[in-house]
């Protein structure tokens, strides 16, 4: 099984991600990393944000392979109730995957 809301744990801090994980099942193992925030061990410690910034860059390849021409540049849609420091996690994790965020929109 896949947790498929690994957004919701961007710049959360390890207690608040631990009570979120609590409630699913997921088969990695989650672990505080050293900025206090979860981390995920799988054949290598992955924090939420390039686990995020794995599938933005799927997603991307997808585009791509669809549209025929390479994506540099995205707008990203957020929900209203993300954070800044969320905001700023998503916004690491576009930086991970190689895409140019042009504005982050409600």
Do not use: C
């Not at 997921?26 to 050293?34: C, G, H, T, V």
């Not at 025929?68 to 954070?83: C, R, T």
């Amino acid at each position: 099984k896949v947790y498929s809301q690994m957004h919701d744990l961007v710049a959360k801090p390890y207690d608040s991600a631990r009570r979120i994980l609590d409630s699913v099942y997921l088969s990695l193992e989650a672990k505080e990393d050293s900025r206090g925030g979860v981390g995920f061990m799988a054949d290598a410690f992955y924090s939420p944000e390039e686990l995020v910034a794995m599938v933005l860059g799927h997603t991307a390849s997808l585009a791509e392979f669809h549209a025929k021409v390479p994506i540099k540049d995205a707008v990203i849609a957020v929900p209203p109730n993300l954070g800044q420091a969320e905001r700023r996690g998503l916004l690491v994790a576009v930086q991970f995957a190689g895409i140019n965020v042009l504005s982050l929109i409600n």
